[in-house]
């Protein structure tokens, strides 16, 4: 069999992204909740009949490296799969990311056979949890969590809904139209998929997709086997943590392995040096632990290769059952799966390759979800007390240093690399019963170095009128994004509650009182490849903490002058710290 030219491959290539594209179109026009039609929390993608990742476009990193496993419980669970069908599925068993994330997948038959299915993915406002809110950070195992959990179940015969399913969501989902809304949507788009991937087929038949099916993986592994072809022999280990929490009171440490062979073209990530599943929802999903790992790595290389199941044949990520970067043992939680733990996997594991190899890599990046990104929830006293439940994405974390850039100002956060969007402050205020009161750039926040982290910001917001919750899980503020080959470390990441005439205090973990607001100061980005005044600079913020600001400012002026003025700013700092 001859194989397909170069121009035929580049185009069905393109074709297929395109598809993907006019999902994503449709789930960010037609969503109902704020975390899809302004943030643009989701991510479509299409996958091969024998479930191998084929095109995601600009799916999140987070959603789309291993969505072959959501078809994979698709196929395994249902031997009658037929034309019309849709099936819902959230379950992090069974290659989901985590139990907010909710899944549709419709198969897409051609010939009488089944070829190809589309995948749409987004985020929920609500999912049944125990509390008005996606993260469940404390909840001991799924049962104190309460999300329902759907394992590839049929919602769709014929084209037409199952009601008994409809209803179980509506009855249990805190807003049920917002939540129908957004599952039309998420149905649509996965619908345009189908459409336009039957179209495909009749206008190049099933022997030439079959041929560019394989061909397209095989060009894929090629252009990875030759970056890591040139990349340094070797095994690095490295080291991450994330702040104390709950069952982890001095932190969860992450540790990460990397082996790279340039001559067999492999690079293998070994995760299993991790402590054991904690009793907390932070644990990683088995696709979350993959995807993570894998999403620094290619934060670290060519970010040109194409990213699917080709791709994928020449990275192995190694986990182990019952650890907390690993595979989860039943029934430990994976509420929060997606963010801190997972985001502390990306950062630590391209933080490793910088590092150890000059070119390649990152600097740590911010980690967790603070009260910027914080799922509000509460009534609306404009809507006769309705109850209303969203995520917000206010604020924004700057992007880590490069070898050859500085941070990115909008990055957003490790597992999505600025794909998502954030909320417009009129649209928020007109749809929730909230005031937003700043948002602004946090001034000296980026970690210095040749290439700097781009800054952090500052976002304060709360209620207008009644009580509102907003919970958050916050990661930073005891380890902060660190740097690079000596680059400086970012500033900690800080919540506060704000009285309506008082000072900011720190924020506890209770919901903020009436006429209370949350603030956040998030962290920066650190930076990369210091010259010798960056170091100075962060040996000065280290001795300078817990005292006020200006002694900082005093002491970096001086350090900018001479070494007189470095040794009377330090003299300073002693005699302050001494009182």
Avoid at 5 to 18: C, E, K, M, P
Avoid at 207 to 221: A, I
Avoid at 371 to 386: C, E, I, L, M, Y
Wanted: hydrophobic fraction near 35%.
């Amino acid at each position: 069999m001859s194989s397909l030219d170069g121009v035929t491959l580049a185009v069905i290539g393109n074709r297929l992204d395109s598809i993907v594209r006019e999902m994503e179109n449709t789930l960010l026009r037609t969503g109902r909740s704020a975390v899809l039609n302004m943030a643009r929390d989701f991510s479509c993608a299409l996958i091969t009949a024998d479930n191998r990742l084929l095109a995601s476009a600009e799916g999140l990193p987070v959603h789309v490296i291993g969505m072959e496993f959501v078809a994979e419980a698709m196929t395994d669970l249902h031997d009658d799969l037929a034309e019309g069908d849709a099936f819902l599925h959230n379950h992090p068993y069974l290659g989901n990311t985590h139990p907010a994330d909710h899944v549709i997948l419709v198969p897409v038959f051609a010939g009488g056979r089944h070829v190809f299915t589309a995948a749409a993915k987004a985020h929920q406002a609500d999912c049944g949890n125990a509390q008005p809110t996606t993260y469940m950070p404390y909840a001991r195992d799924v049962y104190e969590e309460g999300s329902l959990i759907f394992s590839a179940v049929r919602v769709q015969r014929a084209n037409r809904d199952i009601d008994d399913v409809i209803r179980m969501c509506r009855r249990r989902i805190r807003v049920p139209d917002q939540w129908y809304g957004d599952y039309l949507a998420m149905l649509g788009a996965a619908r345009i998929g189908e459409a336009r991937l039957k179209e495909v087929c009749d206008k190049y038949g099933l022997d030439v997709l079959d041929r560019f099916v394989e061909e397209w993986f095989d060009y894929s592994e090629r252009r990875i086997a030759h970056v890591i072809s040139q990349m340094p022999k070797g095994t690095i280990v490295g080291h991450g943590m994330h702040d104390p929490f709950g069952p982890a009171p001095d932190g969860i440490p992450i540790n990460v392995k990397i082996s790279v062979d340039p001559e067999a073209g492999m690079i293998e990530a070994d995760l299993t040096d991790n402590i054991d599943c904690l009793p907390a929802g932070v644990n990683e999903s088995r696709t979350c632990a993959m995807n993570n790992c894998m999403t620094g790595i290619f934060n670290s290389i060519d970010p040109d290769i194409p990213h699917n199941a080709g791709t994928f044949r020449r990275v192995k990520v190694k986990l182990r059952e019952n650890c907390v970067v690993g595979i989860p043992r039943f029934p430990h939680s994976c509420s929060v799966a997606t963010t801190n733990v997972g985001e502390r996997l990306v950062v630590t594991t391209q933080r490793t390759i910088a590092d150890a190899w000059e070119g390649y890599g990152l600097a740590e990046g911010a980690c967790g979800i603070g009260p910027g990104f914080a799922v509000v929830s509460g009534t609306d006293w404009r809507k006769d007390h309705d109850p209303y439940v969203n995520q917000k994405f206010l604020g924004s974390q700057g992007g880590p240093a490069g070898d050859e850039h500085d941070g990115w100002l909008t990055y957003g956060n490790a597992v999505t690399n600025g794909l998502m969007f954030r909320d417009s402050v009129e649209i928020d205020e007109q749809k929730y019963p909230i005031r937003i009161h700043e948002i602004r750039v946090r001034t000296d926040s980026e970690g210095a170095g040749r290439r700097r982290g781009a800054p952090g910001t500052r976002v304060t917001f709360g209620p207008k009128h009644d009580p509102m919750t907003g919970a958050y899980v916050t990661d930073g503020y005891h380890h902060p994004p660190r740097g690079t080959r000596g680059g400086g470390e970012a500033a900690s990441s800080i919540a506060f509650t704000v009285p309506g005439r008082g000072r900011a205090r720190r924020a506890s973990r209770s919901p903020p009182e009436r006429g209370r607001r949350l603030r956040t100061a998030r962290r920066a980005r650190a930076g990369a490849r210091a010259r010798r005044r960056a170091r100075l600079l962060h040996q000065l913020r280290a001795r300078t903490r817990g005292l006020p600001r200006r002694v900082y400012r005093r002491g970096s002026r001086r350090l900018a002058r001479d070494r007189l003025g470095r040794d009377r700013a330090t003299a300073e700092i002693l005699e302050r710290k001494r009182g």
